[in-house]
């Protein structure tokens, strides 16, 4: 997941430097037509949107990431315990029987 969150700021900030791009080249060929057009603020307020959910499921992977490594760690102390109880049962076993 650290490697996946750059990656997805980059593409899209890239992405976004291309809708201005394109958005910056359609609003000078409709000024040139119209005379009045205004850009729009939708692009800015998408951007701070993107990066905000991005930045939410940065930390949810980030606090997923520690659940999920404390569990495998509890799994680990609970094998390691039933491991060494059956162990310990078989040898009982095995003393009795001789």
């Known amino acids: 997941m650290h490697t996946l969150t750059p990656r997805l700021a980059v593409a ?3 992405a976004v430097r291309h809708a201005a791009t394109y958005q910056a080249t359609a609003y000078h060929a409709a000024s040139a037509m119209t005379g ?6 939708g692009a ?3 951007i701070v ?3 905000l959910v991005m930045t939410g499921l940065a930390r949810a992977a980030r606090s997923l990431a520690a659940l999920v490594s404390e569990l ?3 799994a ?3 094998t390691s315990v039933l491991l060494t109880t059956v162990i310990a049962i078989f040898l009982g076993i095995a003393f009795l029987v001789h």
């Open 49 to 51: 949107v993107i990066i």
């Open 36 to 41: 009045s057009a205004v850009p729009g603020v």
């Open 44 to 46: 800015l307020v998408a």
């Open 72 to 74: 495998l760690r509890v």
């Open 12 to 14: 899209t900030i890239d």
């Open 76 to 78: 680990t102390a609970v």
